[in-house]
């Protein structure tokens, strides 16, 4: 009779571990990082500056313009929605093939990825100087970007990681009033990065 219930003792501290053990898995405040390598195709449209945000960060007199468009990704299907600005240059830099007409700095951009099926939202932003933009005599133009993952809801709070892009595009509309120019077009941008979720955020997402 002893030797039953040293059996069965030993038999319920096992499951008693593995029970243990399983909720400590799915804990949402583990802080260990899950980090997978993602890949985006871009396809959106820009006013910039064109319709008045009112953002004007570094005071220029110049407001921030705005991205929109459809995003493909190897983690999921989201919309775009984004507001930039650009600080303009006297002269195209180095970076810039020969013959581009103009050329502007970044000095701001933040970004929200909306995810088609559950509405979960991933924030990126760009750091000033890190987008290149080039723009050509014809209106057409290219770019390449650098930013970072930073936060987001649901399955998306509390990523991190970055990311690196570029694009080319076009004006469709361009013009000029009270010497502050602004513009309709479109672009198409390819994006590779890292993208890092806590835990809990991780296991949130494998159960959708």
């Not at 096992?14 to 243990?20: H, I, R, V, Y």
């Amino acid at each position: 009779m002893k030797k039953h219930h040293f059996i069965i003792g030993i038999v319920l501290v096992l499951l008693l571990a593995g029970a243990s053990g399983g909720v400590q898995a799915k804990n949402p405040h583990d802080t260990k990082a899950k980090t997978k390598n993602v890949s985006c195709t871009f396809a959106a449209t820009f006013v910039s500056p064109g319709v008045e945000t009112h953002i004007d960060t570094n005071g220029d007199g110049r407001s921030a313009g705005v991205h929109q468009g459809l995003v493909n990704c190897n983690i999921g299907r989201f919309l775009f929605q984004e507001e930039f600005e650009f600080q303009p240059l006297p002269s195209p830099p180095v970076t810039c093939p020969p013959g581009t007409a103009r050329s502007s700095i970044l000095v701001q951009a933040h970004g929200v990825l909306t995810e088609e099926k559950t509405g979960d939202q991933l924030f990126f932003e760009d750091a000033a100087g890190e987008v290149t933009f080039c723009l050509n005599p014809d209106l057409t133009f290219s770019f390449t970007e650098q930013g970072t993952f930073a936060g987001g809801t649901g399955q998306f709070t509390g990523a991190s990681g970055s990311f690196d892009g570029q694009g080319t595009g076009q004006y469709l509309v361009f013009g000029s009033k009270g010497g502050d120019p602004g513009g309709f077009g479109q672009f198409t941008e390819t994006v590779t990065g890292t993208l890092s979720l806590p835990q809990g955020a991780a296991d949130k997402e494998g159960e959708d």
